[in-house]
């Protein structure tokens, strides 16, 4: 799915890790802005996955999309780092484009500000959330629990990053939709919800056809973000 037309500008940003890319994507003329989605990729290829390039067409609902390139793709790697090199280049980035005490404010995207990402970006959101307090929260594709090693031997359930998550979004009563394909091998809707603690009047769950790539089905994930985005902001 191509882009809504609008403007299209690039950013990079300076991280402890690395530059990374911010491609911004803006509504189009006469659309008034109605607050800003910056969204992370996955672990692996090269360029945005089709659920984050169907988002970047809420352009037309007067969304600005930022689609982030984390430091090892831009460096042309095809690998992700580790959880802490992610962790502290989207912190960098997010305030780069958020804004904060130590940034000038005037270059800051409109807010409100959601912080989303897919996969592995989805676990990098829900382990800053707490630390840089958006708006809201998007989780596409949170690989809960991994397929178990070749040797058959389990890997560890990312259950306690959405624990904590959680415990942070309730306390500040943070809009979160978490949205997951109905076959995906890293956990289903309905193990998501239970490793939520159930389902709450903040926290949403939504099933799209596919797996963990919604198998293109992007279709779903844009018309979900989309309803979550008007109910609540």
Not at 111 to 123: K, L, V
Request: hydrophobic share 40%; proline share 11%.
């Amino acid at each position: 799915m191509s882009p809504a037309p609008g403007r299209r500008s690039t950013r990079t940003i300076p991280t402890p890790v690395g530059p990374a890319r911010a491609y911004l994507h803006r509504p189009g003329p006469g659309i008034p802005v109605r607050g800003s989605l910056i969204l992370g990729h996955g672990a692996g290829g090269t360029g945005p996955s089709a659920d984050l390039r169907a988002l970047t067409t809420l352009t037309a609902q007067g969304w600005l999309v930022a689609l982030v390139d984390q430091p090892w793709r831009v460096a042309g790697r095809r690998v992700a780092g580790p959880p802490v090199q992610l962790d502290a280049a989207w912190r960098d980035v997010w305030r780069a484009l958020v804004g904060s005490a130590n940034r000038a404010r005037a270059a800051a995207l409109p807010g409100p500000h959601i912080a989303g990402g897919r996969s592995a970006g989805a676990r990098v959101v829900a382990r800053t959330s707490e630390e840089l307090v958006p708006d809201g929260l998007l989780l596409l594709s949170f690989p809960l629990q991994p397929p178990p090693r070749a040797s058959g031997e389990a890997r560890p359930s990312r259950g306690p990053e959405l624990e904590h998550m959680v415990a942070d979004l309730v306390r500040r009563a943070v809009p979160t939709l978490l949205v997951q394909g109905a076959r995906d091998p890293f956990g289903d809707p309905a193990q998501l919800a239970d490793a939520l603690g159930g389902p709450t009047q903040l926290i949403t769950v939504g099933s799209a056809r596919g797996t963990h790539s919604f198998s293109g089905n992007a279709d779903d994930v844009r018309r979900q973000v989309g309803a979550w985005l008007g109910e609540h902001f």
